[in-house]
Nanobody, 124 residues
Framework: QVQLVESGGGLVQAWGSLRLSCTASGRTFSTVAMGWFRQAPGKERDFVALISSTGARTAYADSVKGRFTISRDNAKNTVYLQMNSLKPEDTAVYYC?????????????????WGQGTQVTVSS
């Protein structure tokens, strides 16, 4: 079992920044790949970013590349998503997810555990 708790969401103006955090418990964090996904109202849950268990591999959706950065601190059992130059279209509930395989995937079905989500709202 892995429990995931997101934090850091909120309301921000366009071109502003937010940093999301996701803290994990219940399993050795350093063996688990982590991903961030987001879901806007009426839309599917889409891939945002991933990081492998060691942090050596990262990947991003084209829509956030160059603006968002995923990182992790295995000593704190936490993964981060630094979001810069935010746009109104980034408004969504953001979810972190754990992939026990350790490598990470862009596919939602590849993740074994999910957090409850944190709302990010970007005003124009």
């Amino acid at each position: 079992q892995v429990q995931l708790v997101e934090s850091g969401g909120g309301l921000v103006q366009a071109w502003g920044s937010l940093r999301l955090s996701c803290t994990a418990s219940g399993r050795t964090f350093s063996t688990v790949a982590m991903g961030w996904f987001r879901q806007a109202p009426g839309k599917e849950r889409d891939f945002v970013a991933l990081i492998s268990s060691t942090g050596a591999r990262t990947a991003y959706a084209d829509s956030v590349k160059g603006r968002f950065t995923i990182s992790r601190d295995n000593a704190k059992n936490t993964v981060y998503l630094q979001m810069n130059s935010l746009k109104p279209e980034d408004t969504a509930v953001y979810y972190c997810a754990a992939d026990l395989g350790g490598w990470g995937t862009r596919t939602r079905l590849g993740y074994d555990y999910w957090g409850q989500g944190t709302q990010v709202t970007v005003s124009s």
